[in-house]
């Protein structure tokens, strides 16, 4: 840590991992600047203080009950944000206005996430600069003010014959990824974007853990959109790893099981921490992975597949052809995985931290998105930066087969390879020193001083 400023930063993260993850990120990267760091977390997926001794944590009461938690709380992540952000106010109000009191350093900002919908206000209210941090790529938030536009439109329902045609407000998207953005009650969402757009753009400014490599064009974008100071300080997962915010036991056996594995020999395959789907579609996968006779790393969350524990819906006969080859483990540490030099390929749900954690590692993907942004980080992957196959939401035991041979075989597959090299190493400047997203954190920090 560079020597203190005197000046503390309060972070308050969406409790999702895939939004605590970078929220930590940050919080050492203005740690390394000389920011006192407090985080304010709910009891609901709270973070393990204990790993980051450096930082102090308050608990607040987010109104849940026992039975909501243990009752599968992914399995409506929307209605679950949606009730937090109503119980939460009131006690994070409190929460502030004790730190606001009693603090000895000066409070410089608030930094929360885009998915908090009361901060804005409450900040207002105690003369407090609040600054947002988006985990989705810029691209999605910059549609957030034209999506309900885009979902009136008439684009949906989609035909077959529509599927292939770009959605031309928002590139590079194809229709066929519209009903997987806006689900069965999009009318629903409304709402939330109107306030996210709005809370935002009265906001002291807005981060991204991304970089110009990636989205120049949509950095722009932002700036134009919410009409506040933009800051891309990302990805900054090779010196922050992800792995000290996870939420769940890493299962580190997998790392010496491949260390016995050949080099870029193996699939990692993992859909994140909130994504959900049928038993059928999991045995598909498991007969994909088994036909494909490639060696295989895969995370089974458990709760992964709706109705069932764990693997239960496997019969012995599939354990025993997918253990000829592969792992399974509940939760891995993935970054380093990802780094692993045994791992060739990714199959992954494209959420927007794995991702970048695939770019950072240069790890070619194979694209499976379950919804949201995810759809347009697969685009993103397959279309435009052209380092990754996509499944295009087949899950199927014959494609994904064919998608893992194409990855780890054929020489179309070098040939991603070979791009996911050139991307890597130019997102890798953009955070070694004086690349853009480093100038971005020293443009950041002098902006916080300022308010
Ligand atoms: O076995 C595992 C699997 C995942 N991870 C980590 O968990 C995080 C997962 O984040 P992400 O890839 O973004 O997926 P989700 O958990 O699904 O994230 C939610 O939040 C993201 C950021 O807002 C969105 O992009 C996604 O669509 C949304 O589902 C990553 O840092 C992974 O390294 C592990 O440590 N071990």
């Known amino acids: 840590m560079e020597k ?34 407090t985080v304010i977390h709910t009891r609901f997926n709270a973070p393990k203080a204990s790993n980051h001794p450096l930082f102090t944590f308050l608990q607040i009461s987010d109104g849940l009950s026992e039975s909501q938690i243990k009752d599968d709380p992914t399995s409506n992540v929307m209605s679950l944000i ?14 502030l206005q004790t730190i606001l009191s009693q603090e000895s350093e000066r409070v410089s900002c608030l930094i929360d996430d885009c998915g908090w919908l009361f901060t804005q206000n409450v900040a207002e209210s105690l003369n407090l600069p609040r600054l947002v941090l988006s985990t989705f790529k810029a691209t999605f938030l910059n549609a957030y003010p034209i999506l309900p536009r885009i979902r009136t439109k008439g684009y949906l329902p989609v035909s077959d014959s529509k599927a292939e045609d770009s959605v031309l407000e928002f590139p590079p998207l194809l229709k066929r ?74 299962d580190e056996t997998c790392v010496h099981w491949l260390d016995n594995q050949e080099e870029k ?33 895969w995370v089974v969350r458990p709760g992964l597949v709706s109705g069932a524990e764990w693997i239960e819906p496997l019969s012995e006969e599939l354990v025993r052809s997918l253990e000829e080859k592969g792992k399974i483990v509940k939760w891995s540490p993935q970054q380093e995985v990802l780094a692993h030099r045994a791992v060739g390929g990714f199959l992954t749900h494209n959420g927007w ?46 494609e994904i087969e064919k998608a893992v041979r194409l990855l780890m075989l054929e020489s179309e597959g070098e040939k991603i390879r070979e791009r996911m090299n050139v991307l890597k190493d130019e997102v890798g400047r953009s955070v070694k020193d004086g690349g853009s997203s480093y100038r971005s954190i020293e443009t950041l920090t002098n902006h916080i001083l300022s308010l």
């Not at 993992?270 to 038993?279: D, H, Q, R, W």
């Not at 991702?355 to 070619?364: A, D, K, M, Q, R």
């Not at 759809?375 to 199927?396: K, P, T, Y």
């Open 4 to 37: 203190s400023n005197g000046q503390r930063v309060i972070l308050f993260p969406l409790p999702l991992q895939g939004c605590i993850n970078p929220m930590l990120q940050l919080a050492n990267i203005l740690h390394s600047r000389g920011f006192s760091i």
């Open 82 to 95: 949606a009730q937090i952000n109503v119980n939460a106010e009131s006690p994070f109000r409190d929460c």
């Open 177 to 250: 990824d519209l009903p997987r953005i806006f689900g069965e009650d999009g009318e629903k969402l409304d709402p939330f974007l109107e306030i996210i757009v709005d809370t935002t753009m009265k906001s002291s400014g807005l981060l991204f853990m991304s970089c110009e490599e990636l989205e120049k064009e949509s950095l722009n974008l932002a700036k134009e959109t919410f009409k506040v100071p933009v800051f891309a300080i990302g990805p900054f997962h090779s010196y922050f790893s992800a792995s000290s915010s996870s939420l769940f036991r890493q």
């Open 265 to 297: 020999s193996v699939l990692y395959v993992s859909l994140g921490s909130v994504v959900n789907i049928k038993e059928t579609e999991f045995l598909e996968i498991a007969w994909g992975l088994s036909n494909s006779k490639q060696s295989f790393l």
């Open 353 to 398: 931290n794995s991702t970048l954690e695939s770019i950072c590692e240069g790890v070619p993907m194979i694209c499976l998105p379950g919804g949201w942004d995810q759809m347009l980080n697969a685009r993103f992957v397959s279309d435009v930066w052209r380092v990754g196959v996509h499944l295009e939401g087949q899950i199927e035991r014959r």
